[in-house]
């Protein structure tokens, strides 16, 4: 398993459509895709929430390295915001990863996290319950891997200062690895 500390959206995209269409995550004869914003917040206005968006917030395991020193890190609480919804037969994912800062430069520069492909899996299976459960209210039947709990293990403090979700009040609760915004 080798940890990348590059941001690749490419990674995301291609495991989305594989889980799609492989696994028959969200078969339900709909249309589904996934972009990206690197702006979108956790805010989810009235009229958004009548149109059907919804959100989830997931701290998942990632790698970084700094563009400045090239210093690289590992973080188990790198967070990861999902608004999505379904309209008719068209699904809509749209994504946000925050970065961290680097502790030796301390230049407030946020870099994206790298992933492993196994913990992209993981995200998406995730993620693929929550709209399974909001969108078909099907409940999560464990179609996707192992998607029990897992026991993380923070070895670390959580560098709050160096975190951009912690920085916007986004940042999942550090006991928590899921969380629905409402």
């Given amino acids: 398993m080798s940890i990348s500390t590059d941001w690749v959206p490419s990674l995301w995209r291609e495991t989305f459509e594989e889980l799609l269409d492989e696994d028959n995550e969200l078969d339900y004869g709909d249309q589904w895709n996934l972009n ?32 400045s020193c090239h210093k ?54 995730r993620l693929f319950a929550k709209i399974r459960k909001n969108c078909y209210r099907v409940e999560d039947d464990n179609n996707c891997g192992d998607s029990s709990p897992k026991t993380k293990r923070f070895t670390k403090p959580h560098e709050a200062d160096f975190c951009e979700a912690c920085q916007q009040g986004i940042c999942c609760q550090p006991d928590e690895t899921d969380a629905e915004i409402n």
């Avoid at 037969?89 to 030796?104: K, N, T, W, Y």
């Fill in 36 to 67: 990206f914003s690197y702006v979108q917040t956790a805010d989810v206005t009235q009229e958004e929430r009548k149109r059907g968006w919804k959100i989830y917030c997931h701290s998942g395991f990632g790698s970084f390295e700094c563009a």
């Fill in 72 to 125: 690289v890190w590992s973080s188990a609480r790198v967070s990861l915001l999902f608004r999505y919804r379904l309209r008719r037969d068209r699904g809509s994912v749209i994504m946000r990863p925050f970065g961290q800062a680097c502790l030796s430069c301390q230049d407030n520069d946020f870099h994206r996290p790298g992933f492993t492909t196994e913990e992209v899996e993981d995200v998406l299976c």
